[in-house]
C-alpha cells in the first residue's frame, strides 16, 4: 500500500483594505451602522482589486516559498496559510507593495493632493545613486494601533492618529483632544472640521504621521524629508508598503505566531483603512454656470447615500481653492 502524506494548513494572518468610499452610507460612517445585516452585505460586495493591488516583494515570495506558505489575494485584501508542522523565524518580515490599479481611486481618497514625487540623488563618496519616492506611507503591525478590546478587538496596521503639527495641509487627520478632526485647508491656521468625538469610536485611518522620516547618508542632498527608499524590492509604482513581523513584544495580538512559532489558532486580521474624501459641494445652474448654492461644511464622497440635501456630486475632479501656494478650500461642483 502506497504511504499518504496529508498536509494541513492554517492561517498566518490576513490584510484587509478597505477604502470608506465604498463602505460609508453618505455621513454614516461604515462601522457606525447599526444595521448588522446591512454591514455583511456591504462587505460582500466590496472588492478592492479593480482599485488597488497588494502584492509580496521578491524577498517575502522567497521567504514564503521557503516555509510552503499560500498566498491568495481576497476581494478584501489577501491571505497567507502555512502548513501546520511549519516554524516561522521569531525575526521573521514580510513586505507588500499596494499599487494604484486604478487612478480614479485618487479623487475620492483623501491625503492623495500630496504628490508621491520619485527623486533620483548621486553620492559621490560611494559612488552610488539613491532614489526615494516621498509621502510614501509604511504601515506595520509594530506600530499600528488598535480599537476595543477581546473578541471586538480590532488592529489597524496605521499608528496611532497624531495631534495637529505646524506643518499639516489639507485632509490631515489629526486628534483634538478626544476628538477626530480633520484639516479642511493647510496650516498654518489652517480651518478643520471634526468627524466624531470620540475618536475611539471610528476606525484609524491611514493618515500623514504613517510616513515615515527619511534618514539619508552623510553629504547626500535634495532628499525629501519623509518617504521611502525605491529598490528591486520597492519599486516606483509604490502607494504604500506594509510591513510584518512575525513577533510583536507589547501586544501579542500584532503578533503572527505564538510561542512555539506556528500559526496561531486565531490568526490576526489586519486592516488597512482608506479614509473618502469630503469637499464643499457647490450646486451650479446647470444653464448659466451660476452657483445657487453652497453647502456650509465639507461633505463626505461615498458611492452608496446621500450626505447633502441636494444632488451628490461625482467622485471625480476635485478642485482645490489656493491663496498663493496655501490650499483653503476643496470644492465639488454639482450641476442642478
Excluded at 500500500?1 to 498536509?7: D, G, P, Q, S, V
Excluded at 516621498?134 to 495631534?163: D, Y
Excluded at 498654518?188 to 485611518?205: E, K, R, W
Excluded at 456650509?296 to 446621500?306: A, D, M, R, S, V
Aim: hydrophobic share 40%; with cysteine; charged share 20%.
Amino acid at each position: 500500500m502506497a504511504e499518504r502524506l496529508i498536509n494541513g494548513y492554517q492561517r498566518l494572518f490576513e490584510i484587509r483594505l478597505l477604502h470608506h468610499y465604498w463602505l460609508d452610507e453618505g455621513a454614516l460612517v461604515f462601522d457606525r451602522m447599526a444595521d448588522q445585516a446591512k454591514k455583511d452585505t456591504r462587505l460582500l460586495q466590496y472588492d478592492m482589486r479593480p482599485f488597488l493591488a497588494v502584492t509580496p516583494t521578491a524577498a517575502t515570495t522567497k521567504a514564503f516559498n521557503g516555509i510552503g506558505a499560500v498566498y491568495k489575494k481576497t476581494a478584501l485584501g489577501c491571505l497567507v496559510a502555512v502548513p501546520d508542522h511549519v516554524v516561522v523565524a521569531q525575526d521573521a518580515v514580510f513586505e507588500f507593495t499596494v499599487t494604484v490599479r486604478h487612478a480614479d481611486v485618487l479623487n475620492y481618497t483623501a491625503l492623495t493632493l500630496r504628490p508621491q514625487k520619485i527623486y533620483e540623488l548621486y553620492h559621490q563618496p560611494e559612488n552610488q545613486t539613491y532614489r526615494y519616492k516621498e509621502n510614501v506611507p509604511v504601515l506595520s503591525n509594530l506600530t499600528g494601533a488598535a480599537r476595543g478590546t477581546g473578541p471586538n478587538k480590532a488592529l489597524f496596521l496605521s499608528k496611532e492618529i497624531p495631534e495637529l503639527a505646524a506643518d499639516d495641509q489639507v485632509e490631515a487627520l489629526v486628534l483634538s483632544g478626544n476628538a477626530l478632526v480633520q484639516l479642511t485647508a493647510d496650516q498654518p491656521g489652517a480651518s478643520t472640521q471634526t468627524l466624531h468625538d470620540p475618536a475611539t469610536d471610528l476606525p484609524v485611518f491611514v493618515h500623514q504621521g504613517d510616513v515615515p522620516a527619511i534618514i539619508p547618508p552623510s553629504g547626500l542632498v535634495g532628499v525629501p524629508s519623509r518617504g521611502v527608499r525605491l529598490s528591486s524590492e520597492i519599486t516606483d509604482d509604490v502607494f504604500a508598503l506594509i510591513r510584518l513581523s512575525a513577533v510583536r513584544a507589547d501586544d501579542g495580538d500584532f503578533s503572527l505566531i505564538d510561542s512555539s512559532g506556528h500559526a496561531k489558532t486565531t490568526h490576526p486580521v489586519f486592516q488597512v483603512r482608506f479614509k473618502n474624501r469630503s469637499t464643499v459641494w457647490q450646486y451650479l445652474n446647470k444653464r448659466t454656470g451660476i452657483v445657487d448654492a453652497t453647502e456650509p461644511h465639507p461633505l463626505p464622497l461615498t458611492y452608496f447615500g446621500n450626505a447633502g440635501t441636494k444632488q451628490k456630486p461625482s467622485a471625480g475632479l476635485v478642485q482645490a481653492v489656493r491663496s498663493g501656494a496655501k490650499i483653503t478650500q476643496l470644492v465639488s461642483e454639482v450641476f442642478v
